[in-house]
């Protein structure tokens, strides 16, 4: 049996999804660790994989990006900077705890940008693991931090090409650090964002059923649909006797960790949105930890009486709701989709805006801004997704086809055959061989 590492950042929304897929593994036979900084034992606990941490930096490093502190200070810089520092992290010590575990083969999230050059450095075949939107460009595609419709247009390509090159500039001095360190290694130069991808597989939590149409995808795009779909159910207290049997609406912002101006004009209003309504509406207030801000001090009393709780347990709620207002991350999105319940998106940024729209064009729910929401107009689209089949009829589609995509146990096969082969897997290789199992 084979040694597969998996290099992934710590927070759930990465854990979940690669976690997932060395739980197959592991079932399987395989030995299977994750590489990670020390945030993530809690869940790697609980998934019952072993650590082995990534090293703390030295105090006087820990709050900028060695030789590169001035890249803070600079207005937009504040991202770039971590991703730099995340990156000298995987780039200093990764190689050293790959070759601790004897590692085969390595599972790399998808923003772990420098896991590609480490295993490419170690020789080692791997698999990319989207834990947000795949990275690719195409003419007719938007950028996937965009609020972009999807169309053909030559305004649209246009408008696309904008974004892509913007998109581009903000790697640059990620870009830079990364390279040097590959030509240390004796490796090309990554040109793009999308080469921080594996070359042997790539895996895709979406499904076409729920993506814009794709005509340029690379052969070795394999989508799978949700990944963490036997994920065990959030533990967290609830309390279950104060619903009383109205439509539920399940609204959620994901982990909300700052008390912004932005964060407490949305969740008011959600509220006030939902007055009215034949409903109830449970909202969750994202506070994992004591850490998070005192937001039931912060909103006061809210419009409506609606279940206010700090942390809601996600699945069970979403097996009862008719209705999820989301942030739109992707895997709550997924979760809703499993669960068959559509959605009204409010996207805060990231990869969310990208998700949002694709909730709208596929069908399976509406979108309102974060950053400006309109109670009445968000009060009219709640109303719709609430009392209007269709978008429960599609999401039962795209359900359906997520479900039929494989998840984990195909993620695991294409990672084995990577291993076994060393050589790209494409999707069409996938589905002939699933064939000819199925014929004999």
Not at 52 to 74: G, K, Y
Not at 143 to 170: C, D, E, I, Q
Not at 225 to 241: C, H, I, K, N, Q
């Amino acid at each position: 049996m084979a040694r597969f590492a998996i290099l992934t950042l710590a927070g759930a929304g990465h854990l979940h999804p690669t976690g997932a897929i060395g739980r197959e593994l592991r079932s399987r036979g395989h030995s299977v660790a994750v590489i990670a900084s020390e945030s993530a034992r809690p869940i790697t606990d609980r998934l019952e994989l072993p650590l082995l941490p990534f090293a703390d930096p030295p105090e006087s490093d820990r709050s900028q990006p060695r030789s590169r502190s001035i890249l803070s200070a600079l207005p937009g810089m504040r991202q770039s900077a971590r991703m730099i520092k995340a990156a000298e992290q995987v780039l200093d010590q990764a190689p050293a705890l790959l070759r601790q575990f004897e590692a085969d083969a390595v599972l790399l999230d998808q923003n772990v940008w420098a896991g590609l050059s480490v295993a490419e450095h170690l020789g080692l075949p791997n698999i990319t693991v989207c834990s947000a939107m795949m990275g690719h460009e195409e003419p007719a595609v938007p950028p996937g931090f965009t609020p972009w419709r999807y169309s053909n247009s030559g305004l649209a390509r246009l408008r696309n090409r904008l974004g892509y090159a913007g998109y581009h500039a903000s790697f640059k001095p990620l870009l830079r650090l990364i390279n040097r360190r590959r030509h240390d290694w004796r490796l090309p130069p990554i040109r793009k964002p999308a080469d921080f991808l594996s070359p042997y597989a790539q895996i895709s939590q979406l499904v076409p059923e729920f993506d814009f149409p794709r005509t340029e995808l690379p052969a070795v795009c394999h989508y799978v649909g949700p990944l963490a779909r036997s994920r065990v159910a959030d533990e967290a207290t609830f309390p279950w006797d104060r619903l009383d049997g109205r439509k539920l609406i399940y609204a959620s912002l994901g982990t909300v960790s700052r008390a912004t101006k932005a964060n407490t004009r949305a969740f008011r209003a959600i509220a006030e949105a939902c007055v009215g309504l034949d409903a109830q509406l449970v909202l969750t207030l994202g506070k994992w930890s004591e850490k998070g801000p005192n937001w039931r001090e912060l909103l006061g009393e809210l419009p409506g009486d609606p279940l206010v709780v700090d942390f809601a347990p996600q699945l069970l709620l979403l097996q009862r709701a008719d209705l999820l207002i989301t942030h739109a991350g992707q895997n709550t999105v997924l979760e809703a989709i499993d669960a068959g319940v559509p959605m009204v998106a409010v996207p805060r940024g990231a990869d969310q805006p990208g998700l949002a729209v694709r909730i709208e064009y596929t069908g399976i729910g509406l979108r309102e801004s974060f950053h400006r929401p309109d109670v009445n107009r968000l009060r009219a689209k709640i109303r719709r997704v609430l009392s209007e089949e269709c978008f429960r009829q599609r999401i039962a589609v795209v359900r359906q086809a997520a479900v039929a995509a494989g998840g984990a146990v195909y993620a695991a096969d294409v990672a084995e055959r990577v291993l076994r082969e060393r050589r790209p897997v494409t999707r069409d290789e996938m589905r002939n061989t699933t064939r000819l199992l199925e014929v004999h």
